[in-house]
């Protein structure tokens, strides 16, 4: 007999929320004062509590973490080729263009599912600037290979962290690795502005181009000495901020158990393997994503996918399609991503969040064993 379906949506996620009184509180202190933007009170207090959670020298906070990557880059001075992966979300290689810059695809680690340093070399050129490595699911990049690649050749490197807030690499905060990381703070993540994005650095040289390129090269209200952009986090953004520290860690304790139930139970499938932390990583606690072998499992991820919508279940294909699929960028595809291929038709991401019940768990991942068996509903 199949499964029941949920009689509501299960989402592939639910932002989380601070509790509604608190938030009041800080719109009345905006009310008040009447500083909206402009880097006011709540901007510099967000600013300066994010500095201590990640673990860096300095941050700067932006309006959404595209425009943080897109300044962070024109900061660094990169214009010409930087060296990516494919297995991303678009905004990764946009950023690249809108910056000056131009990206070139990378075939990433079958393992850690991130750009693969043992194939970065080949890709350097005279026009090579920068290396700009994604930690997928928050997975870390292996930053010490990336670095003395990048070291070897005089290179710049990015790190797009969207996925990997609070992520640490043996007790190191992610953020301390390469010249510049930038993190999401989108509704969707685990820790969020509504919008917003930042950009942490150690290099404090940084910090005042930073500052300028997001507020129209503006420098003591009157001097303009760069073209710049309007990239300010607002009051209200600041404000869901200071209050979603606090949440962030509970969270992540709602999340645990919950990602234990699913990996011990989607064990038992024949043709899913979950995506996992190495050793040494702090799990972001982002993502509950896994791969569908098709041969073993019996069907692909797309009619996975498309049968736990029939149960009311709603998954994410993350990434797909690849960059490469772009029609804006059909001119920089080579044949050298096939691992990044593969990747793109097998992950799938299931809901994950800490208002998840247990239960649903269960029976979500009882509604993917039915479906490996039975192909379709009857």
Known sequence: MAPVPFASPILITRPTLPPIELFEAHLKEIWSSRVLTNQGPKHMQLEKNLT???????????????????????????????????????????????????????DIDPVSLCIDPNRIEALITPRTEAILGVHVYGIPCDADAIQAIASKHGLKVIYDA??????????????????????????????HTIEGGCLAF??????EVTNLLKNFGIKDGEAVLIPG??????????????EMLKETEVERE?????RRKYLELLSEIEGID??????????????????????????????????????????????????????????AVNDGTPIARRAADQLLCLPFYGDLEMEAIERIVEMIAYLGKNGTIS
């Open 52 to 106: 201590t959670m990640l673990g860096t020298r300095n941050v700067r906070l932006f309006s959404n973490g595209t425009l943080a990557l897109i300044l962070g880059v024109k900061a660094l001075g990169i214009r010409g080729e930087v060296i990516t992966t494919p297995f991303t979300f678009p905004a990764t290689p946009h950023s690249l263009v809108w910056a000056g810059a131009t990206p070139v695809f990378c």
């Open 162 to 191: 969207a996925h990997a807030f609070l992520t640490e690499v043996r007790g190191i905060p992610i953020a301390s690795f390469g010249d510049m990381t930038m993190f999401s703070f989108h509704a969707t993540k685990l820790f």
């Open 254 to 258: 709602r999340r645990k158990p919950l």
């Open 229 to 242: 952009m309007n990239a300010k986090m607002s009051e209200i953004q600041c404000a869901m901020g200071i």
């Open 274 to 331: 979950c995506v996992v932390l190495p050793d040494g990583i702090s799990d972001s606690l982002q993502y509950m994503a896994l791969r569908v072998d098709e041969e073993r499992f019996g069907l692909s991820r797309d009619q996975l996918q498309r049968g736990l919508t029939t149960f009311n279940v709603f998954s994410r294909k993350y990434f797909f399609p690849l960059c490469t699929d772009y029609e804006c960028y059909k001119e």
């Open 202 to 207: 150690n290099n404090s040289e940084l910090g």
